[in-house]
């Protein structure tokens, strides 16, 4: 744990935007399924000369957790030269499985995992619709579909 946390706490999107254009070092891993990065889209980090990390917390269509979690993140970091003292922004749809990544990478000895509130596609709107009121499209940062 880090500080005696879970994990290194919630961020809005903006805010992990900036870290991520300040901090050549810092990965944001999007951890929804791939149907998911298929069909509604992935954050853009080309304008950062960065990608995405894509690693499922859990997998399509079972949704069962993903057992090889922790090791393709160490290796996507591994790739990178990363270790486990890189400041890591978890993505979801909505922000709970990003949570579930970033406490389960704090346990591995991850120092900076964070988790992005309202994720990719944010809460449901009034018409239960997600997208239109918060997360990463909400707020007009790039992203591309498939």
Not at 19 to 43: H, K, M, Q, Y
Not at 71 to 100: H, M, N, P, Q, W
Request: charged share 20%; hydrophobic share 40%.
């Amino acid at each position: 744990m880090t500080n005696g946390l879970e994990y290194s706490g919630d961020l809005d999107v903006e805010t992990v935007w900036k870290a991520l254009s300040a901090d050549p070092n810092a990965v944001l891993v999007d951890v929804r399924t791939v149907a998911e990065w298929n069909f509604v889209g992935i954050p853009d980090l080309s304008s950062l000369s960065k990608r995405v990390l894509l690693i499922e917390w859990q997998s399509f269509p079972t949704m069962n957790q993903n057992g090889k979690f922790l090791a393709e993140l160490a290796d996507g970091l591994a790739e990178r030269g990363l270790g486990k003292d890189a400041a890591v922004y978890f993505i979801c749809r909505s922000g709970a499985r990003s949570k579930s990544a970033a406490i389960a990478a704090t346990s591995d000895g991850h120092t900076a995992a964070f988790n992005v509130a309202e994720g990719f596609e944010g809460p449901l709107d009034p018409e239960r619709h997600r997208g239109g009121v918060g997360g990463w499209k909400a707020a007009g940062l790039p992203w591309i579909q498939s």
